[in-house]
C-alpha cells in the first residue's frame, strides 16, 4: 500500500506516459477487496479532481467508482454518483482545467 500512496503523491497525469488513472483505479480496487470501502472512497474522491490528458480517463473513474458502489449494492449511492459524475464542472474547475 505504501507504494500506491507514493504513486499517489508523485505520478503527474499531464505529464505521465500511458494511463496513470489505472495505477489509482487499481489502488481503490485494492481497499475494496480488503474491505476498506471508506479508504477507496477516499482515492475516488481525489483523483476525480486530477486533471487528465483525455477526458475518457476521467470517465473511467467514474465508471470504475460507481461499479465500486454496485458492488456494494449501494445502488442509491451509484445514481447520485452518476448525477455528480454528469453534473457540468463549476467555474473553477474549468479553469484549472488543461484541455
Known amino acids: 500500500m505504501l ?3 507514493e504513486v499517489m503523491r ?3 497525469s ?3 506516459v500511458g494511463k496513470p488513472h489505472t495505477l489509482w483505479v487499481s489502488f481503490s480496487l485494492l481497499y475494496e477487496k480488503h474491505n476498506g470501502l471508506a479508504n477507496a472512497r477516499v482515492i475516488f474522491e481525489k ?3 486530477v486533471n487528465y490528458k483525455a477526458l475518457d480517463d476521467l470517465a473511467s473513474v ?3 467508482w460507481a461499479e465500486i458502489k454496485l ?3 449501494n445502488f442509491g449511492g451509484e ?3 452518476m448525477r455528480q459524475a454528469t453534473t457540468e464542472p463549476s467555474v473553477e474547475i474549468k479553469r ?3 484541455f
Request: hydrophobic share 45%; net charge neutral; aromatic share 8%.
Open 3 to 5: 507504494t500506491f500512496t
Open 10 to 12: 508523485t505520478v503527474d
Open 14 to 16: 499531464m505529464k505521465a
Open 47 to 49: 483523483v476525480v479532481q
Open 62 to 64: 467514474w465508471c470504475e
Open 71 to 73: 458492488r456494494d449494492k
Open 79 to 81: 445514481l447520485e454518483l
Open 96 to 98: 484549472r482545467a488543461v
